[in-house]
Structures are given as structure tokens and as C-alpha cells.
């Protein structure tokens, strides 16, 4: 469910009517206001995320800390690292130029690594799934609506529900 | 889909609302027991015994309780949904697809009882203001299953 606080921070980057899972944003704050359940380390970690999700203009840097942040806090936090998983792979995508020239496809991402790097290995594969031929591919990540708005159409949009 | 009776004398506009939401509750109930139903088969791990098991005593639960709210809709002589179809979509919850860390079903299932939760909790608002007390109390053991569910599951997260 979207929150009236996502909607004030990230409303042109969440597609409500899409969109089940509980805003980021609100699980962050949740954990921030359990003082005596983190680590002033943590405090920050997590201040920077919720940092990068308001600005919603780097999606590396924002999964790059959120993977961060997940090995640090998961263990003890599942249910809310769980929450902010589905959240950001209803948000996220990865665009991916399978070769130069090529079409952008834009891939669902399933966060089921704890890196950037890996997540990016499985992204590429998602993509290489559906044909083509593999040269020099360029990938990044980039928030879904800001995909849109870029000129990627949604036909070239590959889900990981297709796939696997 | 309205599911109430032909006759609208037989109802009002309150009761009418009770129905719709004691209808939601009904496919969110379907489809809360065919998730928790796939949890059981699928899951795997250290864990697997513990929780085969519990996934197993809640999916029995909700097929009582699917029944019973299913009747309460008949007995308030307006007609209960049903089809896979139907249900899902009414429902509008997120599956999730096998195979999962058993962790993750533990916190999809948790997701899907907090969602038939607030559902429930209107629902027995609702009937409070329309003076039906049987739809009320259904509301509210189905509450209380619920919550005992969720703090179990939450429970299962914390411990591990």
C-alpha cells in the first residue's frame, strides 16, 4: 500500500494503482523510530537510503546501499527488508543494450543477491533470455517511471515472470 | 459485481456495504489459503517440518472459515463470489511464485494476513454501524485468528 508519505516524497515515481507493497520510504521510518533496535551506524545507512529513494535520481547508488544495508540488517529486521525488497523491485528496472545499437529491454529486477554486482549478472541473463547475440552489453539501473518518461518504450519491457 | 439479492427491499445501503465487504473478505480469505496451501507444499529448508506443518493447521483454518463467511453473506440473503477468477481478482493480493527461501514465505504470508486484517477490521466496522451483530462477531473471531496468526509468523522471522 503507498503511503501518503510516499506520495509526498516520490509521487512522480510510484504507480500507486501498481503498486501493493508498503512504501520504502514509511518501512524505513518505521525502523529509524525502533532507536533501541539499531546502531547509530545503521541510523545513518539507513538515513542515506531513505536519502536516495526521495531523490530518486541514482538507482545504482541507491541499490548499492541497499544492498549494504541489507547484509548489515537483515537478520534481524527480515519482515522489513523484505517489505523494502518487493517495494524497489516494483520501482526499479534494469535497461539493458544487449549490443551496440541494439534495443534497450528493460528487465524486472529480483532482488535475491546481496550486491550490486551480482544483481547485475542476473539482470543480463533475464535479458540474454529472451534471443539475441551478446556484444560488449552496457546495463544500468533506473527507476521504473523515469523509464518511461526517458522514451523506453514498454514494449521492449522484459518481467522475470516471463522468463523463469 | 454487486452481489446482493434481486429484491432491494430485503436490504439497505448499509447492508449492502457489510455484504461487499464481508465478500472482500471471503476472496481474500480464498486466496490467503491457497498462498499459505502452496507455502506448505513448497517450502524447504532446515525448517521444513515446523513449518509444512503450521502452514498445513492455517489452511485448514481458512477453509472453515470460508464457509462460514460465505453463509453469513447467504444468510444476509445476498449471494456469496466465487471462482478462482473471481476471487483473485476481487482479492487484488500479490502472489508469490515457488521456490522461496522459507523465510520469504513466512513474510509473504505475513503481508497477505495484515491485508485480510484491515479488511476485516472495516468489515466489522461497518456491520457495527449497521447493527449486525453476527457479522460483527464473525469479524471479530476471524480478527483474532488472524492476529494470533500474524504474531506467530512475526514470531517465526524474530526467533531465526
Given amino acids: 500500500m503507498i503511503s501518503a508519505n510516499c506520495l509526498s516524497t516520490l509521487e512522480s515515481d510510484c504507480e500507486s494503482s501498481a503498486c501493493r507493497w508498503r512504501c520504502a520510504i514509511e518501512v524505513i521510518d518505521e525502523l529509524l523510530s525502533e532507536h533501541s533496535l539499531i546502531t547509530g551506524t545503521e541510523a545513518d545507512d539507513l538515513l542515506d537510503l531513505r536519502w536516495t529513494l526521495v531523490q530518486a ?31 524497489l523491485e516494483n520501482h526499479m528496472m534494469a535497461a539493458v543494450v544487449l549490443r551496440p545499437g541494439g534495443d534497450e529491454k528493460l528487465v524486472s529486477l529480483k532482488l535475491d ?52 | ?52 506443518k503450521a502452514f498445513q493447521e492455517q489452511y485448514e483454518n481458512l477453509f472453515e472459515a470460508i464457509d462460514e463467511i460465505a453463509e453469513r453473506v447467504r444468510a444476509l440473503n445476498a449471494y456469496a463470489v466465487g471462482g478462482l477468477n473471481a476471487l483473485g481478482k476481487l482479492a487484488n493480493i500479490e502472489e508469490f511464485k515457488s521456490p522461496l527461501p522459507q523465510k520469504d514465505y513466512v513474510a509473504a504470508l505475513i503481508v497477505v494476513h495484515e491485508k485480510v486484517t484491515e479488511d476485516a477490521l472495516r468489515t466489522r466496522e461497518l456491520a457495527g454501524s449497521a447493527n449486525d451483530l453476527e457479522t460483527q462477531d464473525l469479524m471479530i473471531k476471524r480478527l483474532q ?12 522471522l524474530k526467533a531465526s
Fill in chain 2, 145 to 156: 485468528w488472524h492476529e494470533k496468526a500474524l504474531w506467530m509468523l512475526k514470531s517465526y
Fill in chain 2, 1 to 52: 459485481m454487486s452481489t446482493t439479492a434481486k429484491n432491494p427491499s430485503a436490504t439497505d445501503k448499509k447492508q449492502a456495504e457489510v455484504v461487499d465487504s464481508l465478500n472482500l473478505v471471503l476472496a481474500d480469505s480464498y486466496a490467503l489459503m491457497a498462498l499459505t496451501h502452496l507455502a506448505h507444499w513448497n517450502v524447504e529448508g532446515e525448517d521444513f517440518f515446523p513449518l509444512h
Fill in chain 1, 57 to 87: 535520481d541514482d538507482a545504482e547508488a541507491t541499490l548499492r546501499l541497499f544492498c549494504t544495508v541489507r547484509r548489515r540488517m537483515e537478520q534481524r529486521h527480515y519482515l522489513a527488508f523484505f517489505r523494502i525488497r518487493r517495494w
Fill in chain 1, 113 to 164: 543477491h546481496y550486491c550490486v554486482e551480482a544483481l547485475r549478472r542476473s539482470s543480463l541473463c533475464f535479458a540474454l533470455q529472451t534471443g539475441g547475440v551478446i556484444d560488449r552489453p552496457r546495463l544500468r539501473f533506473c527507476f521504473r517511471q523515469k523509464a518511461s518518461r526517458q522514451g523506453v518504450t514498454r514494449q521492449t519491457e522484459v518481467s522475470t515472470k516471463q522468463l523463469v
